[in-house]
């Protein structure tokens, strides 16, 4: 029997992976998962090579999430950012300056769109890098879809390099979307960071009960949970935050569970209700949590948010990957050994009219020069 390597297994998972989430698309259409999306999910294959693509016509919807609307996430969820953690002298020109590129996009289409390795996540992670493959799968993809431009999310500047200096001498520009947060296996193994220690202790103490992902959900008989789990979402993601975030149904929760393509943990109460959740995402020897929610009702010194992410950290340790924690919370995630990277989007529209491209020139501009310095300023 052939032994495969770590590259060759987490490649031949990331494969699979991306086939479970191309049928699973096939069967339920994206709305019943994911409430305020209605992209296309296929996939593009090279070889061996398997990536998901998630294709959107351009049509106007002001509610769609930003996993897959450059315009949501470049102008409308920026906007609320700005709104959120900027005022006064600061606020007003950036919102006005926000909104200006954002008539200028919107009206170029930049919203028709085919993302390439696309989970429909707020963070996508990426295998080892094929050059030749990625080649081949670019090419199919101008040829399926000429009127569309070509993105690539979540890549950032530590954990990313190689793909993006290839995608670079491939033609595509690279704006910058987002301040995120890194954390290397090896320092965490090491567990040098105080505020990390004291959170690991303080989960081995919670008043909640530790529900590991084979107790929750279908294989544990407690159908119920998804529905919990994307009420506790909902309440974090969308109630307090922004209702831009993908709108993740029970739906959502059960079949990706199923699949495996999702890690759910949580924490029970007495009744054995949950009241916090975390769903992780793992790939290429990569954790990330595009699910967390909790309830917010609760007292604030239960500390959920900072039990959830001592739970992903638990898990890091024990699988002996990194993290890419995503954005916000910057100090939080400093204190507790993050370095901050700055993530782009790949934009290939050199073949589409003037207007896009135009556009996209600006916006690679203005990102660049205003909301990179913006970001690192107030660790967005």
Known sequence: MTMLSGDDRAASRFNRSAQSLSALHARVPTPQLVRNLQSQVGLLRAGDW????????????????????????????????????????????LRLLCRGYGRWLGAAGVDRAVAINNWLLSTNLYPALDTSALQHTIAQARARWPRHALWFRSLNTRQHPDWLAVLAAEGFSLVPSRQVWCFEAADLAKGRHANLKRDLREMQRSALARAGNETIGAAAGREDDYERIAALYGLLYLDKYSRLNPHYTAAFMRHWHRAGLLELHGWRDGQGQLQAVVGLFVQGGIITAPVVGYNTALPAPLGLYRLLMATVFARAIETGYGINLSAGAGHFKRLRGGQAAIEYSAVYAAHLALPLRAGIGLLRSLATHVGVPVMQRFQL
């Open 50 to 93: 398997a990536m998901p693509v998630t294709v959107d016509s351009g049509r106007a919807d002001a509610t769609a999430a930003w996993v897959c609307s450059p315009l949501t996430t470049y102008c409308r969820y920026a906007g609320e950012e700005i709104d959120r953690h900027l005022h006064g002298a600061l606020a007003w020109p």
